[in-house]
């Protein structure tokens, strides 16, 4: 959907909102004035601050699942029987989701940042790899054939033939790791983190600020949509520079 049509649905949406909210009044749900008003009240207060710490621990934790995943996933889908086996096993980890991890976090590294950036960890983790394993696995087999004829080696032929051709699927699940990355993030600083927008979120529930929770949350989602526009436009160049 263009950006245009996108602001003209969300003004209207925010429109309808600040209506109902004047017409059926609730503390449980203010009018977006009230919220932009409480947003700048915050900024004052230490916000930025929380985002920053929000987006650090998403860049430590993302990048080590990025280069553990991509790493582990060329292994596994070179490594025949025994990468299948090591592969079953690791998806059968997948479904459970990262904040259920969350205790046994707290319990490894306490609270804080490495028990979040763990969590983080492991939700970007997961998706990288089975998408870089699947990927490597998809090449189609006529390539492969002809590097076979033109006697290229086992690692010229992933350099050259494989990764390419992977390239767009493991950059999507570059890009699928990096939203779960965020919204793991999030849910770790709810319960084991004294800083960031999952903790601001809670503390301001906790004080039955409404307002506070809504500006939590937009900053969720506006940095959430920054992220993946970046992203984005990095999959693009990428794949225009290396893709097959």
């Given at each position: ?7 003209v649905?969300?003004v209207?949406a ?10 059926w009044?609730?503390?449980?749900l ?7 008003v ?5 900024l004052?207060?230490?916000l ?69 950036i763990?969590?983080?960890?492991v ?6 790899l ?7 696995r ?9 590097a076979?004829?033109?006697g290229a ?6 350099a050259?033939?494989?990764l390419?051709?992977?390239?767009p699927?493991?950059?999507t ?7 779960l990355a965020w919204t793991?993030v ?15 979120i ?10 506070g ?8 989602g506006l940095a959430g949509?920054g ?18």
């Amino acid at each position: 959907m263009p950006a245009r049509d996108v602001l003209v649905v969300g003004v209207a949406a925010l429109g309808f909102w600040e209506l109902g909210a004047r017409l059926w009044p609730s503390p449980a749900l203010p009018p977006p004035s009230a919220v932009t008003v409480r947003a700048a009240e915050l900024l004052g207060t230490g916000l930025l601050s929380h985002v920053l710490d929000s987006l650090a621990r998403v860049g430590a934790g993302y990048l080590l699942a990025s280069l553990a995943a991509v790493s582990l996933g060329v292994l596994l889908s070179l490594g025949g029987r025994p990468g299948d086996a090591v592969l079953g096993a690791l998806n059968s980890l997948r479904p459970i989701p990262p904040i259920a991890w969350v205790p046994l976090a707290i319990l490894w590294f306490g609270l804080g940042d490495p028990s979040a950036i763990f969590i983080v960890f492991v939700g970007a983790f997961f998706p990288i790899l089975l998408q870089v394993a699947w990927a490597l696995r998809s090449c189609p087999p006529a390539w492969l054939e002809l590097a076979e004829v033109l006697g290229a080696s086992s690692r010229l032929t992933l350099a050259e033939v494989r990764l390419p051709a992977a390239l767009p699927r493991i950059a999507t699940g570059l890009r699928t790791g990096l939203g779960l990355a965020w919204t793991s993030v999030v849910a770790a600083e709810l319960v084991g983190a004294q800083s960031g927008l999952g903790y601001l979120i809670q503390s301001h529930r906790m004080l039955l600020d409404p307002e506070g929770v809504l500006v939590g949350m937009a900053c969720i989602g506006l940095a959430g949509v920054g992220m993946d526009a970046i992203a984005a436009r990095l999959e693009a160049a990428v794949l225009r520079r290396w893709g097959p």
